[in-house]
């Protein structure tokens, strides 16, 4: 996986709790994307970011959902009010460059369980 | 909405049969990629294609790109049990990737 690292691996949130998701891009990468992955389904695309700025988050839902990734430390992706339809594993990716056939590095992903 | 198509969506072989999956839209891409998933990971890259009617290989698999920047196939000769897995294309214009659902491969020793 190309050194994404991603944590925690596993989550487990009451609902209504909150749910931070981190993500540490490949050492040099400064573009990091988040996608959510049903069972038995592909990945869908959340939100792309470069450092402090959001790029993309059409893939986001407007409500309760929010992700940064700041000057120093890892990309968040927090969940708010989490409900059992938010049961999914989040992927972060990240890629070094934007432009041309750029490829994402993918980390182990955070499944995380509504209960 | 750009949308890609794999099929088949699961594929059960025995060791050392050959086998294709396609990945197939009706937008132009591009480049497409090909990723692994096994379970409880991420995915991981196995290649990148960008020019038409481009074909690449690694080891016992053989990628390619239409023609037309619309679809791809991946072949896998001699399967091995450590091929099983579900195997993902992604094709990318100007919007962020897009994912096929996948083809989940089972290969049995």
């Known amino acids: 996986n190309a050194g994404v690292m991603q944590n925690p691996r596993h989550l487990v949130r009451r609902r209504g709790q909150e749910a931070r998701l981190r993500c540490s891009p490949v050492k040099g990468h400064s573009h990091v994307y988040w996608y959510r992955q049903l069972p038995e389904e592909g990945l869908k695309f959340m939100v792309y970011l470069q450092k402090e700025n959001i790029i993309d988050e059409s893939g986001m839902p407007k409500e309760r959902f929010s992700a940064e990734f700041p000057k120093e430390g890892p990309s968040i992706l927090r969940i708010q009010q989490v409900v059992r339809g938010d049961s999914a594993a989040y992927f972060c990716?990240?890629?070094?460059?934007?432009?041309?056939?750029?490829?994402?590095?993918f980390g182990p992903g955070t499944r995380l369980t509504v209960t | 909405t750009q949308l890609l198509e794999q099929s088949p969506q699961f594929l059960s072989i025995q060791e050392g049969e050959n086998l294709t999956v396609y990945c197939n839209s009706s937008s132009v891409f591009s480049s497409l990629q090909w990723y692994r998933q096994e379970p409880g990971e991420g995915p991981v890259l196995l290649v990148t294609?960008?020019?038409?009617?481009e074909v690449k290989k690694l080891k016992r698999l053989t990628f390619q790109f239409g023609d037309a920047r619309k679809d791809s196939s991946l072949h896998i000769t001699a399967a091995q049990p450590g091929d099983t897995g579900l195997y993902l294309c992604?094709?990318?214009?100007?919007?962020?990737?897009?994912f096929g659902k996948g083809t989940r491969l089972s290969v049995i020793a």
């Open positions: 992604a094709g990318r214009s100007r919007t962020p990737l897009v």
């Open positions: 990716a990240s890629s070094p460059q934007r432009g041309g056939p750029y490829e994402q590095y």
């Open positions: 294609v960008v020019t038409g009617g």
